[in-house]
């Protein structure tokens, strides 16, 4: 079975640019997650969609950041314009679906895409 | 809101040694689940724990969560040098939104 897919892997970019990620969930998977990971630190949820609907967005900065999930399958994260605090790695993640429609909470991650923003 | 606190930050054992990181949630979690992340790698699923109680193992690892279902721990018994990485524990809040801790970075020192 295919893993998350992400890419790119790396980007470096200057402040004040743009940038965007993409992710392909694993099959069948419907809820689909972007993290995003500072040196040091645990990954935190940025936003959180079930199919193409968002479930959760409280902590995505909205001013530069947005994602959207076409057709519930892959899912691109952008940001625009960045700033020297967004330097991260973002992880997408995908969780299946249970029989009852709630996500089992095992979450499956992708590589992720380190962003380095000078 | 819901906060999940980690400890230690980071940990240093002689390989043989045991290790335990030991999660706490501000709430009550329906379950909690523990990642391990590889240095340069990206999390990867151990195991969930659901039930109050509950204690789980796998060949060297001990998981437990507690009984009020607010904190769990993770324990290894003799580290080796392929347990190095950083242990998170995660729970889900309220319409399944799960949150990380910070993480236990584990250094075995061969």
């Known amino acids: 079975e295919a893993g998350v897919a992400q890419s790119p892997r790396y980007k470096i970019i200057e402040k004040r640019q743009s940038v965007a990620f993409w992710c392909n969930p694993i099959?069948?998977?419907?809820?689909l997650y972007w993290y995003q990971q500072i040196l040091g630190q645990g990954p935190k949820l940025l936003i959180q969609?079930?199919?193409?609907?968002?479930?959760?967005d409280s902590q995505l900065p909205k001013d530069r950041f947005s994602a959207e999930r076409l057709k519930g399958v892959d899912s691109t994260l952008k940001i625009q314009p960045a700033k020297l605090e967004d330097s991260a790695v973002y992880l997408c993640?995908?969780?299946?679906?249970?029989?009852?429609?709630?996500?089992?909470?095992?979450?499956?991650f992708g590589e992720g895409s380190r962003l380095t923003v000078l | 809101g819901q906060q999940v606190m980690q400890i230690p930050q980071y940990q240093h054992v002689q390989e043989g040694e045991d290790f335990t990181t030991y999660c706490n949630s501000s709430?009550?979690?329906?379950?909690i689940q523990w990642y391990k992340q590889r240095p340069g790698g990206h999390p990867v699923f151990l195991i969930q724990?659901?039930?109050?109680?509950e204690v789980k193992k796998q060949k060297r690892l001990t998981f437990q969560f507690g009984e009020a279902k607010k904190n769990s721990s993770l324990h290894i018994t003799a580290t080796q040098t392929t347990d190095v990485g950083t242990y998170f524990c995660?729970?889900?809040?309220?319409?399944?939104?799960?949150?990380f801790g910070a993480g236990t970075r584990l250094f075995v020192k061969a």
């Open positions: 993640a995908s969780s299946p679906r249970t029989s009852g429609g709630a996500s089992t909470g095992e979450l499956f």
């Open positions: 099959s069948g998977h419907a809820t």
């Open positions: 969609f079930q199919n193409n609907g968002v479930v959760d």
């Open positions: 709430t009550t979690l329906s379950n």
């Open positions: 724990l659901v039930k109050s109680g």
């Open positions: 995660a729970g889900p809040t309220g319409g399944f939104k799960t949150i």
